[in-house]
């Protein structure tokens, strides 16, 4: 299964992926900054690197996904919540 997860680089973020990963899902990280690619494609997980706070920059992976981990803390338009396809 394709899935996406923002907060990525977080501490519930990389335990998601960590647990993805070993079930042999193919996972996406939303990460704002450069130095946490290396630490998501250590994880296992496919780095994409924008900023959910803009609008209009979201990615076209999530064309391509199906599901959706909103893992970011704090005031968000979401709150921390899983959406399916």
Same mark, same amino acid.
């Given at each position: 299964?394709?899935?996406?997860? %923002? /907060?990525?680089?977080?501490f519930? /973020?990389?335990?998601l992926?960590?647990?993805?990963? &070993? +079930?042999? =899902?193919e996972?996406?990280?939303?990460?704002? =900054? &450069?130095?946490?690619v +290396? &630490?998501?494609?250590?994880? /296992?997980? %496919? *780095?994409?690197? +924008?900023?959910?706070? &803009?609008?209009?920059?979201?990615?076209?992976?999530?064309?391509?996904? +199906?599901?959706l981990?909103h893992s970011? *803390?704090g005031?968000?338009?979401?709150s921390?919540?899983v959406?399916?396809?």
């Amino acid at each position: 299964m394709e899935i996406f997860i %923002t /907060g990525a680089s977080g501490f519930v /973020g990389l335990s998601l992926i960590e647990d993805l990963i &070993k +079930e042999r =899902h193919e996972v996406y990280g939303l990460i704002r =900054h &450069k130095k946490a690619v +290396e &630490k998501l494609q250590m994880a /296992g997980a %496919t *780095p994409v690197r +924008e900023d959910l706070r &803009k609008a209009g920059q979201f990615s076209q992976v999530l064309n391509e996904i +199906e599901v959706l981990i909103h893992s970011i *803390p704090g005031k968000s338009i979401l709150s921390s919540c899983v959406f399916f396809r």
